[in-house]
């Protein structure tokens, strides 16, 4: 009997019938709604990237006497599923609420009722519109996905007393994290020397919107970082590194860390310290707290920059440079713990992961691409000047121009965190050697790699893969009076204005200049050209879907006069054929194109060098 309640209380519910067999209600002691784009992104590439049943989470709730099910955790998760089920073109009704709370109850009715456009709770409509600007590209994708994704829904029992349950898990915090437990198992292995300065560097990496410096007080900064708070000091060994950490505890960790240190050397048995005692007692450095406390540091440059990995996933690069030199790890953050399990027992594995992750932490934020405040493209360092800091760049202006081209093509390329394998070979290569021409010898040889592997030359319309596109893309841009001598070569098109500038946006879309279907009943183009390179360029959905079935130079126009022309050179090439030829684009012009672009592609792979570090 116990049994079969117990097999009731626990459900596997299908993310599709989440809001059609069940109602749910958030109570009013829970927190709002406050996933960021980083939460709710992971949460779709976690459906997206699913195979088979893949189990989102847990939920747990209370049945209350009005049939609700009351969100004790997990409603953040729920709230996002609501969202995107509205954006997928479910009808939901009124299937969530929250108690006390009418701003949240009519933002709800007005996903409901299409009117997005006026939702007063900021945080929802921040949610709905990421939600659906990831979804312009992938829709029936998730849609499709959906369909194998589930939640366990775990029923607490009628008669507990619901304020002190909810009380008992706010007091341990929020569910914790894989890297958290991580960090937690490697810990436990260590002495309270090393465990404070271990905690203390991953926190500070942990914070991956600031330059890993800042989130170290300024006393400590230099001693790690040197003078001018630029380079790690490889000559640090990791008792160099805890006596530092250890000397400036006092300075350098908010109170609520010495609380919770204090609480720690009540054990009188160090080998007792167990890793259920670690999670019920420790929490992550607050590193925001920490910087507020620093009263000694003038600086209010203290600059916010998007980083292009999570933290978690930064971990699995770094261990697989440590371990595996980039071949053959788990870039899978799902996976983290199985990732870490070989290592988190070993005291002298768990101490140089710690090393490295501060040593790689900071070539990361010097040399690999990062999105500003104003939410460009940047490559720069943070460096001490007259006792305060700045954020330059990182070489000379060509030569940064050139790296942030590269990196740019390769970021637009592999959007998935754990398809970015050339981050791992960057850093690992980072290691030995930082000179400009070096860095950008290993990228270079990566893509030629990857166009290469690719076998793009046999290949046509949706099978040529990325890589090809931003690659070529890149070496037009950077050597355009090469570019258009080739192009000339074949075309006879002549000398080719410069672009100006290149809009280093992400693209998602095959663009074919001549449409598969289209406006115009006058084809000069057959339908084998059609998906041939040559007629083929890397746009945005938003550009692509705006002009899909119109003439070569009706989309040539449209995207001259708004500028997006600028986003890919091969298109800014086309474009330029298309008004050589009055508008005339065939069979012809789409071969002579293909036949410059892969002569470009071509030589720059017989480039490639054996021997150097690839993923």
């Not at 980083?38 to 709730?61: A, C, H, P, T």
């Not at 109850?105 to 519109?129: M, P, R, W």
């Not at 607490?156 to 914790?176: A, C, H, K, W």
Request: with cysteine; net charge negative; proline share 2%.
């Amino acid at each position: 009997m116990a049994e079969n309640k117990e097999k009731k209380d626990i459900n596997k519910i299908s993310i599709n019938d989440l809001f059609v067999k069940y109602r749910y209600i958030v109570p009013i002691f829970q927190r709002n709604y406050a996933w960021s784009k980083r939460e709710i992104e992971q949460l779709l590439n976690d459906i997206l990237s699913s195979e088979d049943k893949y189990f989102l989470g847990s939920l747990i709730v209370h049945k209350n006497e009005d049939d609700l099910y009351e969100v004790i955790d997990g409603q953040q998760r729920l709230t996002t599923l609501y969202i995107l089920l509205i954006c997928l073109g479910q009808v939901i009704g009124n299937h969530l609420k929250f108690e006390a709370r009418k701003n949240y109850e009519k933002a709800l009715s007005k996903l409901n009722n299409e009117t997005q456009n006026d939702i007063e709770v900021e945080e929802l409509a921040k949610g709905f519109k990421i939600i659906d600007e990831y979804l312009k590209s992938k829709k029936a994708d998730v849609q499709e996905k959906l369909n194998n994704v589930y939640l366990v829904q775990i029923q607490v029992p009628e008669d507990i007393d619901l304020n002190q349950y909810f009380e008992t898990m706010n007091t341990r915090g929020e569910q914790l994290e894989q890297h958290q437990i991580v960090k937690a198992k490697m810990l436990s292995c260590l002495d309270n020397n090393e465990r404070n300065a271990a905690s203390m560097i991953w926190d500070a990496c942990a914070n991956m919107g600031h330059y890993i410096q800042m989130n170290f007080k300024p006393e400590v900064r230099e001693e790690l970082f040197g003078e001018k708070w630029t380079i790690f000091d490889k000559n640090l060994t990791w008792e160099g590194i805890c006596r530092i950490l250890n000397s400036n505890k006092q300075n350098n960790i908010s109170q609520e860390y010495i609380i919770e240190e204090n609480a720690l050397n009540k054990n009188e048995n160090p080998d007792e310290y167990t890793l259920v005692k670690m999670l019920d007692e420790r929490r992550d450095i607050n590193v925001n707290d920490l910087k507020k406390n620093d009263n000694n540091d003038n600086n209010d440059d203290n600059e916010y920059f998007e980083s292009i990995l999570s933290f978690p996933d930064l971990l699995l690069h770094i261990y697989s440079v440590c371990y595996s030199e980039g071949k053959n790890s788990t870039l899978d953050d799902k996976k983290l713990i199985d990732t870490f399990k070989s290592i988190v027992n070993d005291k002298e594995k768990v101490t140089k992961f710690i090393v490295k992750l501060l040593e790689l932490r900071t070539l990361f934020d010097t040399y690999i691409l990062k999105r500003d405040n104003g939410e460009k493209w940047v490559i720069k360092k943070l460096e001490r000047y007259d006792n305060k800091n700045r954020f330059v760049q990182v070489f000379s202006k060509e030569e940064n121009n050139r790296l942030l081209y590269l990196q740019a093509s390769l970021r637009i390329t592999y959007t998935s965190p754990n398809s970015m394998r050339w981050v791992t070979v960057l850093l690992n290569a980072l290691q030995d050697n930082t000179d400009y021409t070096y860095i950008i010898k290993i990228l270079e040889n990566y893509c030629r790699q990857e166009v290469k592997d690719s076998d793009y030359e046999t290949k046509s319309g949706f099978d040529i893969q990325r890589i090809v596109f931003t690659y070529l893309d890149y070496l037009l841009f950077c050597n355009w009076k090469k570019a258009s001598e080739i192009s000339c070569k074949f075309s006879g098109l002549g000398q080719i204005e410069p672009m100006q500038r290149w809009d280093l946006k992400f693209r998602n879309s095959i663009e074919h200049l001549y449409p598969r279907h289209s406006l115009s009943d006058n084809s000069s183009v057959t339908e084998k050209e059609i998906e041939n390179f040559g007629n083929l360029a890397y746009i945005t959905l938003y550009d692509n879907m705006k002009i899909s079935n119109h003439s070569p130079k009706e989309k040539c126009d449209y995207m001259r006069d708004n500028g997006s022309i600028m986003q890919s050179p091969k298109l800014y090439i086309m474009s330029k054929l298309v008004e050589k030829n009055n508008g005339k684009w065939d069979d012809e012009i789409i071969k002579q194109h293909k036949d410059a672009m892969f002569q470009i592609l071509s030589e720059d792979i017989q480039k490639l060098e054996t021997g150097v570090k690839h993923g």
